[in-house]
Each structure stands twice: as structure tokens, then as C-alpha cells.
């Protein structure tokens, strides 16, 4: 197998209240706990941001190898920020008429049909906090319920607003619910093709071309959570531009806990399932979707491409892995039970070696392709 010694890596990361200087700091804890693992050493250089967006170089090496990465990272935090900026009223209404469209459109009935506990993880925020609602109401109604005088109203409402305010608001940050609403607000605006998502899109696909003028072993996209639909926007774009832009470029497509059906499976998403079918027909990408029974976040044996309406196109290999196998087993008892801190797991670093570790694949001296045959118990051979 041949090594790879220079690499460029275009990086979607999932739906996360952080922007590229965040990203490029998680880099660096995984990367150091990686450099323990595979005993090598992972040098993560200082991020730097100008018209071409955001990138940092890792030079890897050991005593068998050496590898300069440059990884660029696109990230969606501003989108984030402006629904999160918003005051609660509008975040909560704004999130409950996302659902709707969600559900008008057939994505929850897609959700549950064909990945039941992706279903569920869409319906939790909203029942969650229609519970809340629910007993917010009671709390104001008490004097009615109770047979009481009216001007009690003036001490039960205030409670009711109070408790969801200052009691349910921040305990449902722990499950990042209001997060949650704009993470749905956003999947309806991507599958829209909205003006604010096609000029993050446009502006991506021009860094990406501007990257690409750069000559390297190989190109590698990864893409994480919603990361999937945004990233496939985006490179879709860059086919559309410039239809030869991947020739003899060494591509390799990666989506990892990939929920790009959490976007294509709206019936407004038509420029989206597209760029499915441009990027699978695409003889220049190889593309493979890494997946985990544990993370219930992503719609977990579901075949992107063939759901997008393109069964006749090459599909996308699923490969799958176990957590455990790269965690200790006490961080993995810890974290189990924390779903969206398991859906984080692709991009984390590792307590011991296994096939994938994502330090290892962005910054190693292995093929990005190569990680397509990995066996989750058996870490490849350096």
C-alpha cells in the first residue's frame, strides 16, 4: 500500500454551537490523545483564517512515516448563531413550524420508517418541550382547578412563566433542546436551498476550488452529522462549477454518522437529492459512510444515494464500527447513555487502538480509501 505524504482534507463538521477556532482546538485534544495511542506524533500548527476560510496543517510522523495534512474547515456556526441570538419566544415558535414542515413534507414518516430511532430524535425536543408547556398551563390554570378566587391568576401565572423560564429552560440545556429547534429550522432551510444556505454553499464551493489548486497524494472529505447534507450541498455546487474540478485528484468522500436524509428525505429537497446523484455518479469520489449501532443520531443502515431516488447509481459502501473497541471500557460506560456525546464519537480521540480513530485517517500515512475494508477490532497495520 502506498503512503500517503501530503494531504488536504475538507472538513463539514455536524451541528454544534462552535465555530472554526473551536473545531481546530477539539482537533488538538484528539490529536494528543491519538499521538499516545498509535505512538506516533501529531503536530497540530495554529489555525488561520483569511479569504479562503479556515485551515491548520498537521505534520504527523514516526519513525516509519511522515505526512503533512492541511485541513480546511467549514463549518456552519454563523447560520447557528443568528437562530440562537433570537429571543426564546421565537426560537420556540420558529422550531415547532420547522417540525411542521418536517412533517408535511414526509420527513418524520421517512424518519421512522426507515430508521425508527432517528424518528424518535426528531420528535423528542418537541415533545419535550410541549410536556413543559402542558404543565406550565396547569400551573397558571390552578386557581380555575382548584375552585379558587380569580386574583390568584396574578400569583399562578407568574409561577407558570417562571417555571419554564428559570426551572425547565435551563434543565433542558443539558439535552441541548433549544439547540435541537434550530438543528430542525436549519434541515428545512438546506433542503429549501435558501438564500442564506446557498450563499454559505456558494462561498464554500469557491474555498474548496481555491484549495484544490494546491497539489497533494490525496483529497479527503469528511463530513459529520448534518455535516453530510451541507457538505454534499457544497461539493454538488463545486460539480456544477467546474465538472472536472476532482480529475486525477485522488477523492475520497467519508461521512461519518452521516444524516444527509435528515435533509433529502423533505419532498423541498430537490437541488439537495441532485447533488446525491451528481456526487454518486462521480467517477472521480469515492465515497463510503462509516456507521455505529450506539449512535442513534444518524439513520443508521439506510442507503443515502438509493433513498435519494438514484438506485442506479454506484451506492456507497456502509462500514460499520463499534465504539467500544475505541474507548476504555470506563469511558464507555460513562458516555453510552449520552446520545449526543456518542454521535460526537467519530471525530473524538481514542483511549486504545481500533480500525478508525479520526486523527489517524485525516493526518496518518494511510489512504483515506483504505479505511473502507476496516475491521472495527483490528486496528491497520502502520
Known amino acids: 500500500m502506498t503512503k500517503i505524504k501530503t494531504r488536504l482534507v475538507l472538513h463539514f463538521p455536524g451541528f454544534e454551537p462552535l465555530d472554526a477556532a473551536a473545531h481546530h482546538q477539539r482537533y488538538i485534544r484528539s490529536a494528543a490523545q491519538a499521538s499516545k495511542v498509535w505512538e506516533a506524533d501529531f503536530a497540530v500548527k495554529p489555525l488561520v483564517q483569511d479569504d479562503g476560510g479556515a485551515r491548520f496543517d498537521v505534520d504527523g510522523r514516526s519513525e516509519a512515516w511522515q505526512v503533512r495534512s492541511t485541513i480546511h474547515v467549514f463549518d456552519h456556526n454563523d447560520l447557528i448563531a443568528d437562530m440562537r441570538s433570537e429571543p426564546l419566544w421565537r426560537q420556540l415558535l420558529s422550531g415547532y413550524r420547522a417540525a411542521v414542515h418536517v412533517v408535511v413534507q414526509g420527513g418524520a414518516l421517512g424518519y421512522l420508517r426507515h430508521a425508527w430511532r432517528f424518528g424518535l430524535f426528531f420528535l423528542f425536543p ?4 410541549g410536556l ?3 404543565l406550565s398551563l396547569a400551573i397558571a390554570a390552578l386557581p380555575v382547578m382548584l375552585g379558587r378566587a380569580s386574583w390568584l391568576f396574578g400569583l399562578s401565572v407568574p409561577a407558570a412563566v417562571g417555571f419554564f423560564i428559570f426551572l425547565f429552560v435551563p434543565y433542558s440545556n443539558r439535552f441541548h433542546t433549544l439547540h435541537l429547534f434550530a438543528d430542525w429550522r436549519l434541515a428545512v432551510a438546506v433542503a429549501r436551498d435558501d438564500d442564506t444556505v446557498r450563499a454559505w454553499v456558494e462561498s464554500c464551493a469557491e474555498n474548496v476550488l481555491h484549495a484544490l489548486k494546491h497539489e497533494v497524494d490525496e483529497v479527503l472529505i469528511t463530513a459529520h452529522s448534518m455535516g453530510a447534507s451541507l457538505a454534499i ?17 485522488n477523492v475520497t ?7 444527509a436524509l435528515q ?13 446525491v446523484g451528481a456526487l454518486a455518479h462521480n467517477r472521480d469520489v469515492f465515497w463510503f459512510d462509516i456507521q455505529c449501532l450506539t449512535d442513534p443520531i444518524h439513520l443508521y443502515r439506510c442507503h443515502t444515494v438509493a433513498l435519494c431516488g438514484h438506485a442506479d447509481a454506484p451506492q456507497p459502501k456502509l462500514v460499520f464500527i463499534r465504539f467500544k473497541h475505541a474507548l476504555s471500557p470506563e469511558r464507555y460506560r460513562k458516555n453510552r447513555r449520552d446520545l449526543l456525546r ?4 467519530y471525530i473524538l480521540g481514542p483511549d486504545r487502538k481500533s480500525g478508525f480513530d479520526f486523527t489517524l485517517m485525516t493526518a496518518g500515512p494511510l489512504p483515506a480509501a483504505s479505511f473502507v475494508d476496516l475491521k472495527s477490532d483490528q486496528p491497520p497495520i502502520l
Do not use: D, N
Open 126 to 129: 418537541f415533545l419535550f418541550v
Open 253 to 259: 468522500f467519508v461521512t461519518l454518522g452521516g444524516a
Open 342 to 345: 456518542m454521535h460526537r464519537q
Open 263 to 275: 435533509c433529502a428525505l423533505l419532498s423541498s429537497a430537490t437541488t439537495l437529492r441532485g447533488r
Open 132 to 134: 413543559a408547556m402542558a
Open 233 to 249: 450541498a457544497a461539493i454538488g455546487r463545486v460539480l456544477e462549477k467546474e465538472p472536472e474540478a476532482f480529475a486525477a485528484k
